[in-house]
């Protein structure tokens, strides 16, 4: 059965996630607050600041770095795309 959120993304109701994407508390909130699309569109932000800052998932201050970012991203609007990204042609 899908379940519906209230996405604090995209401001609508939406299809939730099925299961929780992140451990924690952090993790609980955006299971119960963002939706699917929100969510694949965090993937791809998330991929072009790996890319382009050429952080290493096994760097501590990478992984917290992005962790600061994803919360930016989903709930208040301000994480930013590197002034040094080029979208692909």
Same mark, same amino acid.
């Given at each position: 059965?899908? =379940?519906?959120?209230?996405?604090?993304?995209?401001?609508? *109701?939406?299809?939730?996630?099925? %299961?929780?994407?992140?451990?924690?508390?952090?993790?609980? =909130? %955006?299971?119960? /607050? %963002? &939706?699917? #699309?929100?969510?694949? $569109?965090?993937?791809?932000? $998330?991929?072009?600041?790996?890319? #382009?800052? =050429?952080?290493?998932?096994?760097?501590? *201050?990478? =992984? /917290?770095?992005?962790?600061? #970012?994803?919360?930016?991203?989903?709930?208040? &609007?301000?994480? *930013? *795309?590197?002034?040094?990204?080029?979208?692909? #042609?």
């Amino acid at each position: 059965m899908t =379940r519906f959120v209230d996405c604090a993304k995209l401001k609508k *109701k939406a299809e939730g996630l099925e %299961i929780q994407p992140y451990p924690g508390e952090l993790g609980k =909130r %955006i299971y119960a /607050e %963002i &939706s699917k #699309e929100a969510w694949q $569109q965090w993937l791809g932000h $998330q991929t072009i600041l790996i890319n #382009e800052y =050429r952080l290493s998932m096994l760097d501590p *201050k990478a =992984r /917290e770095f992005l962790a600061n #970012e994803m919360q930016l991203f989903l709930f208040n &609007s301000e994480s *930013k *795309k590197p002034a040094s990204y080029t979208p692909p #042609e």
